[in-house]
């Protein structure tokens, strides 16, 4: 761990040590992502350090730099396609192999994604997360190295194909007429046409391109195919997909929370999604954060102080505030995993 200043903390850091109010209460538990809110906080308190683990001692699934430095080379291949029609991603391999190696390292796969989200440029920072979740999911399927590396690979390049959409359909902000919408589905042939190019991919990453907005109950594009016919890293990938693309803000649309967008995986298990794969990824999935402000049903309001490994619908949490909205002299820990009554029915920013 290190002490750092406040005023160099930056969201998706994990708190070291708790950090304490002139009161006595704890303002941050350890464990709790910082957010910009809490960064705020901090300093109107006049709070000036804080202890965070460092890189050599955190627990984030892959390491910052990891991730940037895999963000850049997803933009450097992008910019490579808009100048030429040759495109070399021997740098991407070696980051997919070493984010496979990072994880592979960890005692468990299960994912918060405070630690691979990227604060800026979506487009880029989406292709990483995709192969994140979808290299986490293949582990937990039980593949090996070599599957991994062809799945991360895919994932990350599952995208590609929007080089030859323009920009003003990619990025409007408005609802696409049936025209755009029509040109922006092409853009999994464009992507799979794009890596048949690269001699250095394997056939299944490429078909991710190609497939990963098919759907099993044959729905989706561009062929309409269904169930077994979708490739099983496609179908990882387009759960990956919508899922990040939900939790994310984009131009046209606000992010929704993570239990609002596994409710939507949940519901669309059999349709869009597989139903084993779909179980899977979820499971592998912080719905919570530590420190999350959430309410119950029973009207308590609290912060989540523990995530359930096996259940991660059913945190622990530390109730604040009662069923009329009075705030509890002494805390009192609640695990929902023991209280069937008791469900989290929103989560808020700031529970104080």
């Known amino acids: ?4 200043a406040v005023e160099n903390l930056t969201q ?4 070291a040590k708790p950090v304490y109010k002139s009161n006595g209460s704890v303002l941050l538990s350890e464990g709790m992502v910082i957010k910009d809110i809490y960064i705020q906080k901090l300093k109107a308190l006049n709070i000036k350090q804080i202890y965070v683990y460092d890189d050599e001692d955190n627990q984030n699934i892959i390491k910052r730099d990891t991730r940037d430095k895999a963000k850049d080379l997803v933009k450097n291949v992008i ?3 808009n100048v030429s029609s040759e495109v070399h991603i021997d740098e991407i391999i070696i980051i997919v192999n070493q984010i496979i190696e990072e994880m592979l390292s960890k005692d468990e796969l299960f994912i918060r994604l405070e630690e691979i989200r990227a604060v800026d440029e979506y487009t880029f920072g989406h292709s ?3 192969s994140v979740l979808s290299i986490i999911t293949g582990a937990c399927l039980g593949y090996t190295k070599e599957k991994l590396k062809e799945l991360g690979i895919g994932a990350m390049l599952h995208d590609i194909g929007k080089v030859r959409v323009p920009n003003s359909i990619l990025n409007k902000p408005d609802k696409l007429t049936k025209q755009e919408f029509h040109e922006i589905k092409k853009h999994t042939i464009y992507g799979y046409e794009i890596l048949k190019t690269i001699k250095d991919i ?11 907005h098919e759907r099993v109950d044959g729905q989706g594009y561009p062929l309409s195919i269904r169930g077994d016919e979708i490739h099983e890293f496609a179908k990882i990938v ?4 919508v899922y990040d693309a939900l939790t994310s803000d984009r131009v046209y649309k606000k992010r929704i929370k993570n239990y609002q ?4 995986l949940l519901s669309m298990r059999g349709h869009q999604f597989d139903y084993n794969i779909t179980k899977i990824f979820i499971n592998n999935i912080a719905l919570y954060s530590i420190g999350e402000g959430v309410i119950l049903n029973t009207g308590e309001k609290g912060v989540v102080i523990k995530v359930n490994r096996d259940f991660p619908t059913r945190p622990v949490i530390r109730i604040l505030y009662d ?3 009075d705030r509890l002299a002494k805390p009192t820990d609640v695990d929902l995993m023991f209280e069937n009554s008791k469900v989290i029915i929103d989560t808020v920013d700031d529970i104080e």
């Open 1 to 4: 761990m290190k002490l750092i």
């Open 12 to 15: 998706g850091m994990r708190v």
């Open 261 to 264: 967008a596994v409710e939507y």
């Open 238 to 241: 387009s759960i990956a997909d």
């Open 128 to 130: 990483v997360n995709v």
């Open 323 to 325: 069923s009329k909205g």
């Open 202 to 212: 394997s056939e299944t990453s490429r078909l991710i391109a190609l497939y990963h």
């Open 79 to 81: 910019n490579e396609l």
